[in-house]
């Protein structure tokens, strides 16, 4: 089982970057699909961004792309995303999620973390 911890979440104006890191426990990292979610309040939680244990397939919200990357470091246990050009709508609290099944849905995936919050300032 892989348990995920993010961090590098924080206060951001509109237009700038942020990158997030989610740090995954477990001997199995590398077998694990890997998926960033987010949640606004009064929002249910919303897929943003996954990508495969391989990393060769990757998968993004209309809303993010071209816009947000995501990455992963096998070797480290590690899984990245990339946000740049910031709008105040992407305020939320961003998870990291594990799971064996590649997905958008929140039940593809079996294992999550506390979440980080990003705050856009418009």
């Known amino acids: 089982q892989v348990q995920p911890v993010e961090s590098g979440g924080g206060l951001v104006q509109a237009g700038g970057s942020l990158r997030l890191s989610c740090a995954a426990s477990?001997?199995?990292?590398?077998?694990?699909?890997m998926g960033w979610f987010r949640q606004a309040p009064g929002k249910e939680r919303e897929f943003v961004a996954a990508?495969?244990?391989?990393?060769?397939?990757?998968s993004y919200a209309d809303s993010v792309r071209g816009r947000f990357t995501i990455s992963r470091d096998n070797a480290k246990k590690a899984v990245y995303l990339q946000m740049n050009n910031l709008k105040a709508e992407d305020t939320a609290v961003y998870y990291c999620a594990a799971g064996v099944v590649f997905g958008s849905l929140p039940r593809s995936f079996s294992s999550w973390g506390q979440g980080t919050q990003v705050t856009v300032s418009s």
């Open positions: 477990g001997r199995a990292f590398s077998s694990y699909h």
């Open positions: 990508i495969a244990s391989s990393g060769g397939v990757k």
